[in-house]
């Protein structure tokens, strides 16, 4: 299936053609009035420069006068092979039809509501038959069942023309579309980038990056560079305002070695003034009891740090290198990074 971009905005244009596989532009004098553009003929040939295949209105009372217009465009420098000429469906319409398929110029019937509409588009040897699906169900009609009919017509009497599935509101209309059988879609850009957004997708996506970090990024890389240290002469006053600037919830003491004593966190901060009182802030850091602190080399892999993470239940690393503390790895840092 064929896959326009239906729009007139130019950054939605040059947004939507950036994916790469898009067939073509439709456009028409009304998007274009909605976006304020009052040079046409300028308009047609910028865009005609950005988009493979461009689809633009040619109008007349006249067959003859829709003619004269789609030769008046060419002439502006379109290339014939690229350029597909939209005309609304009539009798005129369908005679200027045969007329520029006759020159070997490339015809979009459109504003199809019946199926002998698209039967007259198909026999005047139409390029593109285009029902307005969204529009025709406004008006409370099956436009789907028409979209199959027209297919059907076309494959049964071997017309060498595609239905376009147009007038598309919802994502919905996508799914019509393929299910229908039409050979050719042409899409808002809104729809266009909700139809690859699904939130298993995002899910197993997320789960995927997750995974791929854990295994390949080192603690190094993860943690900031923050390296929240106190020495063991601090009072524990003092150790607090500085646990307050690092912004953890937690210290590493260390002696005149630079070698760690422990981990001062602030649920041992709490515990103490439930158990102590506010004096003990005075303390030297130094004479409280740690326990061990769990560290993590920072060469490790942020896969081992998960499993450490998992197997002590705590909330924070403290990643050494050459047996000295550096700084600390949070265990949001495995996503955040």
């Known amino acids: 299936m064929e896959l326009y971009l239906d729009s007139a905005n130019l ?6 053609f950036k994916l790469g596989f898009l067939t073509g532009l439709t456009t028409t004098p009304t998007f274009m009035q909605r976006e304020g553009i009052t040079d046409i003929d300028g308009t ?8 493979p295949v461009l689809q633009i209105e040619a109008l007349g009372n006249t067959a003859e006068d829709v003619v004269a217009e789609a030769v008046r465009q060419l002439e502006l420098g379109l290339d014939p092979k690229k350029t597909v000429f939209k005309i609304p469906v009539s009798l005129e319409g369908l005679r200027a039809c045969r007329m520029l398929r006759d020159k070997g110029l490339l015809v979009n019937v ?3 509501y019946t199926l002998q509409q698209a039967y007259m588009a198909m026999q005047a040897g139409a390029t593109y038959v285009c029902p307005l699906v969204g529009r025709l169900q406004d008006q409370g009609h099956d436009a789907v069942a028409l979209v199959e009919q027209c297919v059907k017509a076309v494959e049964r009497y071997k017309y060498d023309t595609k239905i376009m599935f147009s007038s598309v509101r919802n994502s919905e209309h996508i799914r019509n579309a393929l299910t229908a059988g039409a050979h050719t879609i042409t899409v808002p850009l809104k729809i266009l980038k909700s139809l690859t ?3 298993f997708t995002a899910l197993g996506t997320e ?3 997750t995974d791929t970090r854990l295994m390949t990024v080192r603690v190094k890389d993860a943690m900031n560079n923050i390296n929240p240290l106190v020495h063991e002469g601090t009072n524990i006053k003092d150790a607090i305002v500085k646990m307050t600037e690092y912004g953890f ?7 005149d070695g630079g070698d760690a004593v422990g981990v001062f966190t ?6 103490l003034l439930q158990k102590d009182g506010e004096h003990i802030l005075d303390k030297k850091i130094g004479g409280l009891e740690f326990k061990t602190p769990i560290s993590i080399d920072v060469n490790a892999l942020l896969n081992d740090a998960a499993v450490l993470f998992k197997k002590t239940s705590v909330d924070t690393l403290m990643a050494t ?9 949070d265990i949001q840092d495995l996503k955040g990074y």
């Open 321 to 329: 290198e050459n047996n000295k503390p550096v700084g600390m790895l």
């Open 207 to 209: 789960q995927f990056l």
């Open 249 to 255: 919830g937690c210290v590493t003491v260390v002696n």
């Open 44 to 51: 047609i040939v910028k865009l005609s420069k950005i988009v």
């Open 11 to 16: 950054k939605e244009i040059e947004e939507g």
């Open 266 to 271: 602030d649920s041992d901060l709490r515990r």
């Open 110 to 112: 459109h504003l199809v």
């Open 197 to 199: 957004e699904n939130n």
